[in-house]
């Protein structure tokens, strides 16, 4: 959740997807819970096109993912959530905010799932995007680092400004990150590997444990077959 919010206006934010993953955006209250989307005071659109709200979630839109740029669309004059996949905006309206909370502070609010994201506030941000292409906005709407003033409580201390970190202190959090999320994933591939070794062994048993029941059933069998041959005429072959 970020820093600084708003309580009024056509505001917006992007976010790139770096590498994949799953990743939520949206926007909430300092009061909602950080999970976006599972508390009635925050709003999330996922790249599965499913939109969130209060736990429930719902498909809608499109579906996007590495490579991608969202755009969420804060409406506080008509009370509405809208979103961009690049440069498409999606028709409609994803939520329509609810009346008890048309007097809020929303904050853009980014989950995410094994993946590494860009966000861009606009040019007050005070450092030019890296790899995030900002859409052209609707008329009406301007970028959230513009005109947002009002301090995340649960962020900032009473009169204690905006902390920003350099692009340097910025790139180191990034591998950080994605080493913590690489790490993740191999550990995963070796708990999957060991699993599978695990199981090829076990149904290796198994058949063998079977193998010479059923070979001296299907010995058997033949034998009954070829007996049959044997000891009964073609004719009588075709009647049983």
């Keep these: 959740r970020a ?14 997807n770096e590498c994949g993953g799953n990743i939520r955006v949206g926007y909430s209250t300092a009061q909602a819970r950080l999970e976006l989307g599972k508390c009635k005071q925050s709003f999330g659109f996922g790249g599965t096109g499913t939109k969130s709200h209060a736990g429930r979630f719902q498909p809608w839109g499109q579906s996007y993912g590495k490579g991608d740029t969202v755009t969420a669309l804060l409406d506080l004059e008509r009370h509405a959530v809208q979103y961009m996949v690049n440069d498409h905006l999606i028709p409609g309206n994803a939520f329509q905010l609810p009346k008890n909370l048309w ?36 008329p009406g709407f301007g970028w ?29 959090k990034e591998a950080e990150a994605l080493e913590k999320m690489m790490t993740f994933r191999h550990g995963n591939q070796a708990v999957h590997r060991d699993q599978f070794a695990e199981w090829k062994t076990r149904v290796t048993e198994y058949v063998r444990h079977f193998q010479p029941a059923i070979a001296d059933e299907y010995a058997e069998n033949s034998e009954q077959v070829s007996e049959r041959v044997r000891t009964h005429s073609m004719a009588q072959l075709q009647r049983s």
């Design 103 to 138: 007097h809020q502070v929303w904050y853009p609010h980014v989950l995410t799932k094994e993946a590494t994201f860009e966000v861009y506030f606009g040019p007050a941000q005070g450092s030019p995007p890296r790899a995030v292409k900002p859409p052209q906005l609707p």
């Design 3 to 16: 820093n600084l919010g708003v309580d009024g206006g056509r505001v917006a934010f992007s976010v790139l």
């Design 144 to 172: 959230i680092g513009d005109v947002a003033y009002k301090p995340n409580p649960k962020r900032l201390l009473p009169g204690r400004p905006v902390q920003y970190i350099d692009d340097a202190e910025a790139q180191r």
